[in-house]
């Protein structure tokens, strides 16, 4: 029997937008659908696998993916659906075990090791947790487990769609050994392209070399990549990992220049910031302002609150009060703001003084739950009323960001 010194999972729900979107209307099913923008402006966020043989992926410009593939059929994205389906994923992987890193909306480490009392071999688990999430969502998942993060995410991808591949240690180094030095974490196309004119291309030429030559000709990287070419891998699973900053960015169907409508999307993004930072039990202690110019300039400016809040009308005076200090006068292509510097609302230590109102806070909270139960757009504030909504013709992107630097 196979000793595992840890049994690590890396779970992916297989192109989660497109697959929502198919599962949700079945006239999509078998058919190329991307999620993004109805225009020829903004990305890819997910294509489904049928438009994938085309050769489309994500974050590629729409344009080029109507070009590859011109039966694609457009869908905007719906992220409160994804978030809903996501939090179900997640609770389902809670059930297997108390140890769960999620690492985005669709993916997440849990580390299994000790559960093989409870569950069986790690390729039980493996095919226990690909049914649970069955069950729980309706969508395929694919699975990978091996002794160690960086194989099992690895893993995960190598049988896509709804696939389960199982490493065993005592086989990592000769299953790395074929796949290409891309599948390894920290190297990119630059770094790809000094291995390949070494005559490095495949992850067991880097296994086969020592790790001082391999420093001498990257530096430091080159001690990681001969350390995970090898299967060494230290890290843990972090099941307490937090975000630093959540954020909402809009690509624009046309670009803009006028302060007033910059101003009218920042207000949308705030209030969807806010009510992301509010159901974490977080608060924010800045705010960002990204601005991406017609020509992909991206510009940002951001300060620190006054105190800590979950407020979107607090977000969204001091994300307009940003605006003054961009050089820049546009057009611009993409708006953008990130709330950072995130911690719980026990230790935020925000002070409020005789003469603060808890009212705004209180009107934005009953929002929150009336949209829960009736629906987003049930209640909206009165001067809102007519004025166009910010995921209609552009690509919003609602993102939470681990690893932020601010």
């Known amino acids: 029997m196979t000793h595992w ?25 078998g058919k190329p659908v991307l999620i993004g923008p109805n225009s020829y402006r903004g990305v890819v966020l997910t294509a489904s696998y049928e438009a994938r043989k085309f050769g489309v992926g994500s974050a590629m410009p729409v344009a080029e993916a109507r070009r590859r593939c011109p039966d694609a059929i457009m869908v905007p994205p719906r992220f409160s659906r994804y978030q809903e389906l996501s939090a179900k994923m997640m609770d389902t992987f809670r059930d297997f075990s108390p140890k769960v890193e999620p690492l985005s909306l669709d993916e997440a480490f849990l580390d299994m090791s000790g559960a093989e009392a409870f569950f069986g071999n ?21 699975v990978g487990v091996a002794s160690t993060k960086y194989v099992a995410k690895v893993a995960s991808g190598h049988n896509k769609p709804n696939g389960l591949t199982v490493v065993e240690p005592g086989n990592t180094v000769a299953w790395l050994a074929p796949l290409p030095v891309g599948k390894l974490w920290g190297v990119g196309p630059k770094t790809a392209a000094r291995l390949k004119a070494a005559g490095i291309t495949h992850i067991g030429d880097i296994a086969a070399m020592s790790e001082r030559t391999l420093t001498d000709r990257l530096g430091s990287i080159g001690s990681r990549l001969f350390q995970l070419a090898n299967g060494n891998d230290p890290r843990r699973v972090e099941s307490a990992r937090s975000s ?54 991206l510009i940002s400016r951001q300060c ?11 977000f969204f005076t001091t994300g307009k009060s940003l605006l003054s200090s961009f050089d820049h006068p546009g057009p611009f292509r993409l708006i953008g703001m990130t709330a950072f510097d995130l911690t719980d609302q026990q230790s935020s230590g925000r002070q409020l003084d005789l003469f603060t109102s808890t009212k705004p806070r209180q009107l934005e909270v009953t929002i929150d739950e009336l949209g829960k139960r009736f629906g987003a757009n049930t209640l909206v504030r009165a001067k809102d009323l007519g004025k166009p909504g910010t995921v209609t013709d552009g690509v919003n992107l609602d993102f939470l960001d681990p690893s932020d630097e601010v």
């Open 304 to 314: 620190q609150l006054g105190n800590p809040s979950d407020i979107a009308t607090e």
């Open 122 to 142: 790690p390729e039980s688990i493996g095919r226990k947790i690909k049914q649970a999430v069955l069950d729980a969502t309706q969508l395929h998942i694919s």
């Open 244 to 297: 630093r900053s959540i954020g909402s960015d809009r690509t624009l169907s046309s670009d803009i220049s006028d302060p007033h409508e910059i101003a009218q999307h920042l207000k949308r993004a705030a209030d969807r910031i806010a009510r992301r930072v509010r159901a974490k039990g977080l608060r924010a202690g800045g705010i960002r302002v990204r601005l991406k110019t017609s020509s992909h300039q």
């Open 5 to 29: 010194p840890a049994v690590i999972v890396h779970a992916d729900l297989d192109a989660f937008y497109a697959a929502v979107e198919q599962l949700d209307d079945p006239s999509l099913r």
